[in-house]
T-cell receptor
Framework: KAGVTQTPRYLIKTRGQQVTLSCSPI?????VSWYQQTPGQGLQFLFE???????NKGNFPGRFSGRQFSNSRSEMNVSTLELGDSALYLC??????????????FGPGTRLTVL | QKEVEQNSGPLSVPEGAIASLNCTYS??????FFWYRQYSGKSPELIMS????GDKEDGRFTAQLNKASQYVSLLIRDSQPSDSATYLC????????????FGKGTTLSVSS
C-alpha cells in the first residue's frame, strides 16, 4: 500500500500571502489529521477531518482552515501568513473509527518558510 | 489543558545498553498511547501502541503503561546507533476522534 503523500514538500512564501497544502491518505483511510511542528512548540494538533467533516479542532487561529474531499484527500489553507507560521506541517491518516486501536500514520510533511 | 510531558534529554547510552524513555500525561480519560520515532528531517514513524496496563513487547522494544500513575514508558534493549533519534510520546484525546497530543520528545543518542 502506498503511504501518506503530501505536496508540495517545500514552500517559501512571504508575510501576508496565503498557502494551500495537500494531503492524500493511505488507501481506505477516511480520517486525516493535520499537525504543525516547530522546534519550540513541538507537534501541535491543528484539526481532523472525517467523511468531509471537521471532527475536531486544535487551538489555532481562524487563519488556519482545512477541508476534505469525497475521496478523503485533504487540503489545509493558511491565510495572511506570519513569520511564526514557518514550520513543518504534517498530515496523518487513519481508518477513522473512534476506537482504541485506530492508529495514525504520518506523511513526509511540507516544510513552509515564511519570509 | 491536556498535556503530555517528556524529558527532552539528550539521553545518551552506549551501544548494546538499555535505553529507557518516560512520559506522563494529564488526562485520566485517555485510552490510547503511542510511541513514534522521528529522525532528523523526517516525519514521525510509529514504533508501538499500547492500550491496557502492563507491558507490550515488540522485538527490542517494550512499552509499559500504568494508568493509575498516568505514566507510559518505552524500553529499547540492545540499543543500536541507528536508534539515535527523537522519540515522541502521544496520547489520544479521549473524546475527540483520533486526534493526538504529543510530548515534545526525548532525543536519544546511542554511541558505538
Amino acid at each position: 500500500k502506498a503511504g501518506v503523500t503530501q505536496t508540495p514538500r517545500y514552500l517559501i512564501k512571504t508575510r501576508g500571502q496565503q498557502v494551500t497544502l495537500s494531503c492524500s491518505p493511505i488507501s481506505g483511510h477516511r480520517s486525516v489529521s493535520w499537525y504543525q511542528q516547530t522546534p519550540g512548540q513541538g507537534l501541535q494538533f491543528l484539526f481532523e477531518y472525517f467523511s468531509e467533516t471537521q471532527r475536531n479542532k486544535g487551538n489555532f487561529p481562524g487563519r488556519f482552515s482545512g477541508r476534505q474531499f469525497s475521496n478523503s484527500r485533504s487540503e489545509m489553507n493558511v491565510s495572511t501568513l506570519e513569520l511564526g507560521d514557518s514550520a513543518l506541517y504534517l498530515c496523518a491518516s487513519s481508518l477513522g473509527f473512534q476506537g482504541l486501536t485506530d492508529t495514525q500514520y504520518f506523511g513526509p510533511g511540507t516544510r513552509l518558510t515564511v519570509l | 489543558q491536556k498535556e503530555v510531558e517528556q524529558n527532552s534529554g539528550p539521553l545518551s547510552v552506549p551501544e548494546g545498553a538499555i535505553a529507557s524513555l518516560n512520559c506522563t500525561y494529564s488526562d485520566r480519560g485517555s485510552q490510547s498511547f503511542f510511541w513514534y520515532r522521528q529522525y532528523s528531517g523526517k516525519s514521525p514513524e510509529l514504533i508501538m501502541s499500547i492500550y491496557s496496563n502492563g507491558d507490550k513487547e515488540d522485538g527490542r522494544f517494550t512499552a509499559q503503561l500504568n494508568k493509575a500513575s498516568q505514566y507510559v514508558s518505552l524500553l529499547i534493549r540492545d540499543s543500536q546507533p541507528s536508534d539515535s533519534a527523537t522519540y515522541l510520546c502521544a496520547v489520544n484525546l479521549a473524546q475527540a476522534g483520533t486526534a493526538l497530543i504529543f510530548g515534545k520528545g526525548t532525543t536519544l543518542s546511542v554511541s558505538s
